[in-house]
């Protein structure tokens, strides 16, 4: 076996099971699930007809490249999005269909890293788990940057020894973040540009919730635009993977993409034409006209800003929390205000597992699941920066949303 393997914590999901495991929730209360990043708002009808259109598309061999339309309307929506001069974007040989990002961003770690090179994949910490795995199924090191409220939740490129950007062959990166909806600046992105241009390394963009942001006026940039910005139009060193699932409500679509350096996408191509995952044609015909439509991506923005304002107004008066500038997400804190509450922690909750006892015994005394912080981050430089918080996903339908938040504000006083 991989010796990796022995080395992959249980997936958040799986650790979740247990901890609910021989607690039974109030029957009179429906279960409302705010763990999962898995959006409900309805996919799209003209998505859902472009499948069955092409339905007979089932009886070709996809390939891997995909169809010219396919790449053509990811171009042409990247350089509308990113205010990227079209031009600079060739679909031929920098933009891959791949089958959501989870996938790719795994996949791509298999490809790039020189396992006999004592390699470092450093990634921030709260992280999407898949970056983890992916390293330690490549054969290299993970290197935690922890992003913490003092440093705006995003990661400190400053605090990484030159001993470590030496052995680094990646790092990935997510703005806006999962968990806690931050947006990293372009002046964050320079750095880091410059920075692998140093030390010769891979930057590996996530960047799947980037159009789910509050302001209409100010949508996080991506790093592609900040690379073309800089004047590398080759993007290189850079990737970016952006996915249909919460863009376009279409999570079992499994549709994404990953754009950038022509030169590693040449050899990820190669890759990939082993690994396997071509996506099915329907589906390509089906992203092709997700791409091409910017107004269901609106509409949805709205939907989450609903949901996002009444959640906080609920909850405003007796915890600390705060809208994301991006994602679907509340990164709560399990300790009260300090303004507030006077320092106060909440009774029986203060603590090394603070987080999970909060999902606990919220699930036990409302029937609500959230997903426990530590669960997403590892202890590294003496702290675990996603102890003490919980995320919920405001994924659930406004009325479920609105319910949820009144029973927390109930279990949150039942603990003061």
């Known amino acids: 076996m991989n010796p990796g393997l022995a080395l992959c914590h249980p997936y958040p999901f799986e650790k979740l099971a247990r901890l609910k495991q021989g607690i039974t929730a109030p029957k009179d209360k429906a279960h409302i699930s705010l763990s999962i990043g898995e959006p409900t708002h309805p996919t799209p009808a003209f998505i859902q007809d472009a499948l069955f259109e092409h339905i007979k598309g089932l009886g070709t061999y996809p390939t891997t490249k995909g169809i010219p339309a396919l790449r053509q309307a990811i171009a042409d929506w990247l350089s509308f999005r990113f205010k990227i001069p079209r031009e600079v974007i060739d679909p031929e040989t920098q933009i891959l269909p791949v089958s959501g990002t989870r996938e790719a961003l795994f996949s791509i770690a298999q490809c790039v890293v020189d396992a006999s090179a004592k390699p470092i994949i450093i990634m921030p910490n709260p992280f999407y788990q898949i970056y983890e795995g992916a390293a330690l199924l490549s054969g290299a090191v993970p290197y935690f940057l922890n992003t913490t409220e003092s440093s705006g939740y995003l990661p400190d490129f400053d605090s990484v020894p030159e001993e470590i950007w030496l052995r680094c062959q990646l790092i990935y990166i997510c703005s806006p973040g999962n968990p806690s909806g931050a947006v990293m600046p372009q002046v964050n992105?320079?750095?880091?540009?410059?920075?692998?241009?140093?030390?010769?390394?891979?930057?590996?963009?996530?960047?799947?919730?980037?159009?789910?942001?509050?302001?209409?006026?100010?949508?996080?940039?991506?790093?592609?635009?900040?690379?073309?910005?800089m004047g590398n139009t080759a993007f290189k060193r850079c990737l970016v993977f952006h996915s249909l699932s919460k863009r376009s409500n279409a999570p079992g679509l499994r549709s994404g993409f990953v754009a950038g350096d022509a030169e590693i996408l040449q050899s990820y191509f190669q890759y990939r034409t082993y690994q396997g995952c071509a996506m099915p044609l329907p589906t390509q015909h089906a992203s092709i006209r997700a791409w091409q439509d910017e107004a269901h991506v609106i509409e949805n923005r709205e939907l989450y800003r609903a949901k996002f304002a009444a959640f906080i107004d609920i909850l405003s008066n007796v915890c600390d929390i705060s809208k994301p500038e991006a994602s679907f997400y509340i990164w709560l804190k399990t300790n009260l205000s300090d303004d507030l509450q006077g320092q106060r922690e909440y009774s029986k909750l203060s603590g090394a597992?603070?987080?999970?006892?909060?999902?606990?015994?919220?699930?036990?005394?409302?029937?609500?699941?959230?997903?426990p912080g530590s669960y997403l981050s590892r202890e590294f430089a003496n702290i675990n920066p996603g102890q003490n918080y919980v995320r919920i996903a405001l994924v659930a339908p406004l009325a479920d949303c609105v319910e949820a938040a009144h029973r927390i504000k109930n279990f949150i006083n039942t603990l003061n």
């Open 189 to 229: 992105q320079e750095k880091l540009v410059r920075l692998a241009e140093k030390y010769d390394f891979i930057i590996a963009s996530d960047e799947c919730y980037s159009e789910l942001y509050d302001d209409e006026d100010k949508p996080p940039v991506g790093l592609l635009q900040t690379a073309c910005a």
């Open 353 to 371: 597992t603070a987080d999970t006892e909060f999902a606990q015994q919220l699930f036990a005394k409302e029937n609500i699941t959230v997903l």
